[in-house]
Structure formats: structure tokens, C-alpha cells
């Protein structure tokens, strides 16, 4: 319509029972504003796949950065001591992320016997402050041979001052 009102029109034969022909029904409805909402929920779900896009080549521009530059990176939940690796932490570590599921505990067991303790020491001290944070160990290879790494990291806090993650 001329105000852009949105009338949707039925219609259905009126017949007897004899088959008679009676007329038609007809039926109008206005569907302006389900029609509105169709279009918002299309073009948000139009809005949500390009934004899917742009962050897939996002990640794999990181991904690509971080192999270049030979740096990884990992979150841990502090709740759980789980954490989430970059293909490029799995790569200096000479893990397979099919084999490997890591955990703070699993990490700490790559660490060289030697740096464990310290790693160990200056990781529980960095969660209660709200600077970054920076170590050289080494780590053990699967194959026994180990190589250094520097990590570098910071404590996230929640609203309330709890630590919450590393990353």
C-alpha cells in the first residue's frame, strides 16, 4: 500500500454439497510488521556471515603470523587448569593436538625438570597481579631433547578481583 502497509489476501471457493458454486471467501491480513521482522532476522543473519567470514580470514592471518614468527599462544581457565593452544603452541611443543589435550598439570610436565619448580613458582605469583608477566625455561621434546622458549603472559580478572584466566 501507498503508506507501506503489507496486506497479505486469501481467498477460498465457497461450494455446496452438491458441489454448488457459491462464491469466494476472501481474507486480509496485515503482515507489515512479521515482514519487517523477517527482513531485520534476514539481513542480521546476512550481517552474521560476512562477520563469520571476515573472522575466518582473521584467524587465518594470525594463524599464518604466528608460524612465520615462530610464537604461539594459550589461554588457561583457572577453574578448570585447562587450556587452549594455538596450532603454533602444538608446533613448538612437537605435539599433535589429536594426541595432546593440554592442561596446566600436562604443561608443566613438558617444562625441563630443572625450570618446574620456578615455572611453577613465578606462574602461581602472577595471579594476583595485573602486569604482564615473562619467563625463559626450557622444554622437553617428545623425542627427549629440549629446546627454550620465552612465555609471556597476563592474569585476567573478573569483576570481583578473582583471577580467571592467563593468556
Known sequence: M????IID????PVVGEEGTYYGRIWYFRDVTDARRIQKSLLDSEQEQRQLVRMLEI???????AQEVARIGSWETALDTWEMI???ETYRIFEVNPADF??????FLQRVHPEDREEMDRIFSAS??????CVM????????GESKFVE????VAFDHSGKPVRDR
Open 101 to 106: 589435550s593440554p592442561t596446566h598439570h600436562k
Open 85 to 87: 593452544w594455538s596450532a
Open 9 to 12: 489476501r486469501y481467498s477460498a
Open 151 to 154: 612465555e609471556r603472559w597476563q
Open 136 to 143: 625463559e625455561h626450557r622444554i622437553m621434546l617428545p623425542d
Open 127 to 132: 595471579l594476583a597481579v595485573r602486569t604482564p
Open 58 to 64: 582473521e584467524r587465518t592471518r594470525l594463524t599464518s
Open 2 to 5: 501507498k503508506d507501506g502497509t
